[in-house]
């Protein structure tokens, strides 16, 4: 006789549970409960001041929540375990600007690893900047620094893309872009969370979403 047994359900990715953050005693969001799974896109929706950049800071483990709690592959979110594995695109891009694209790149892989079958080269080209590489990023346009992070998440092998407002400073065709390398990153499992203000045109179905609220 067949045994039946019940389906042991997957650890998530991420995992928040009441999370909530205040900020000089005046709540800024809270309590929010999501979870990400691998081959998962989030949309973080919310009106200025809702938290959305708040949260994310949180997420790469530059702010502390005050209540609830973080779960990284079903253990409490630390820093120091996810280095290299979760990699924060914001508004400030991380950019050495007297560097250039080719060299912030090097700095970038010293600090988290090379994605296998990737090079500088192929990932400028792929982001719209072959024959800028070496440029100084002071020089470049403010779409053309934003091209040169995306490339960042192209050779750092990281599971889960944290990206803030990626949309901004960037043409129709940048835009494009975005929804391409998010396509491709959750088609190869892995995940993403997004904020903007505008419409996500994500190519690979409908996201989830996180509609933030104070």
Known sequence: MAVMTAAIPA???????????????????????????????TL????????????????????????????WRGEP???????????FLGHQLGLKSELT?????RVAIGLHGHREHTDIDAV????????????????????????????RLLLIP?????????????????????NRLLAEHIARGGAALVTSHGAVGFHGGEPQRIRMHA
């Not at 979110?77 to 990699?87: A, F, K, P, T």
């Open 11 to 41: 650890t998530p990715l991420l995992e928040a549970r009441a999370l909530c953050f205040h900020r000089q005693d005046e709540p800024v969001f809270g309590p929010l409960d999501f979870r990400l799974d691998a081959g998962e896109l």
């Open 44 to 71: 973080i929706e919310g009106d200025n001041g809702s938290g959305k950049t708040t949260l994310m800071r949180i997420l790469t483990g530059l702010l502390h929540a005050e209540e609830g709690e973080l779960l």
């Open 77 to 87: 979110l630390h820093r120091d375990r996810c280095v290299g594995d979760i990699v």
């Open 101 to 105: 694209p080719r060299e912030n790149l």
């Open 124 to 151: 400028l080209a792929q982001v719209g900047l072959a024959g800028y590489g070496d440029e100084p990023v002071r020089r470049l346009s403010a779409g053309q620094k934003k091209r040169a992070a995306l490339a």
């Open 158 to 178: 990281a599971t889960l893309w944290l990206l803030d407002e990626p949309y901004a400073n960037l043409d129709r065709t940048g835009i494009e872009l975005v």
